[in-house]
């Protein structure tokens, strides 16, 4: 037995959709399985929290303790990766103290805002990031390590901070690996 699920225990978590290559370690969290599609060739490390709406293409790979909330969904294209202990979020609290926060509370004393997360093809975000709901990060960019991310990205940039800021332009060359 290994620490990943077999093929036989992964058409038992109720998922979506999976493709083929598809490695989940058995210590991941998984709420909302019916609502995640999973490509070819995905390796989801330990400790990970996968919950809502989330879509991810092929080539991808989640480390350790990474959390993807996507109550307004999450959709990571291929070739894209998330170092560890980093968190995207597609909602989250309205904390302007009008009204009562988390998901103890009913939805007419809470107010969540929120929309898309959108990871296109090529991304990878390093470690400790956090990303916000609504947000764009286009092709081939970078979020550098322990950056908060809140607002779109243009492509083929690498990223860096809190909040995060263009650091420099991106090169192409791993275009002609795929």
């Given at each position: 037995m290994?620490?990943?699920y ?5 058409k ?5 959709s ?11 969290s ?9 490509g070819?060739n ?9 919950s809502?709406?989330i879509?991810?293409?092929s080539n991808i790979?989640i480390?350790a303790?990474?959390a993807?909330y996507?109550?307004?969904g ?9 170092s ?9 609290d309205?904390?302007s103290?009008?009204?009562l ?10 107010h ?9 093809q ?13 947000i764009t990060?286009?092709?081939g ?11 779109n990205l243009?492509?083929w940039?690498?990223?860096v ?6 650091l ?8 002609e690996?795929?």
């Amino acid at each position: 037995m290994t620490s990943f699920y077999s093929e036989e225990e992964l058409k038992s978590l109720g998922l979506k959709s999976y493709g083929k290559n598809v490695l989940i370690s058995r210590k991941v969290s998984i709420y909302g399985a019916e609502n995640i599609s999973i490509g070819n060739n995905v390796r989801i490390d330990d400790y990970c929290i996968l919950s809502g709406e989330i879509i991810m293409g092929s080539n991808i790979h989640i480390s350790a303790y990474v959390a993807l909330y996507g109550a307004k969904g999450i959709e990571m294209q291929d070739y894209t990766g998330i170092s560890p202990r980093s968190t995207i979020f597609s909602a989250m609290d309205d904390f302007s103290g009008e009204y009562l926060i988390g998901p103890i509370h009913t939805p007419n004393k809470t107010h969540v805002v929120g929309g898309k997360v959108r990871i296109e093809q090529f991304v990878q975000i390093g470690c400790n990031s956090v990303i916000f709901p609504n947000i764009t990060i286009g092709e081939g960019s970078v979020v550098g390590a322990m950056s908060l991310v809140n607002k779109n990205l243009a492509g083929w940039n690498i990223y860096v901070g809190v909040p995060v800021r263009l650091l420099k332009k991106r090169e192409k060359g791993l275009m002609e690996l795929v």
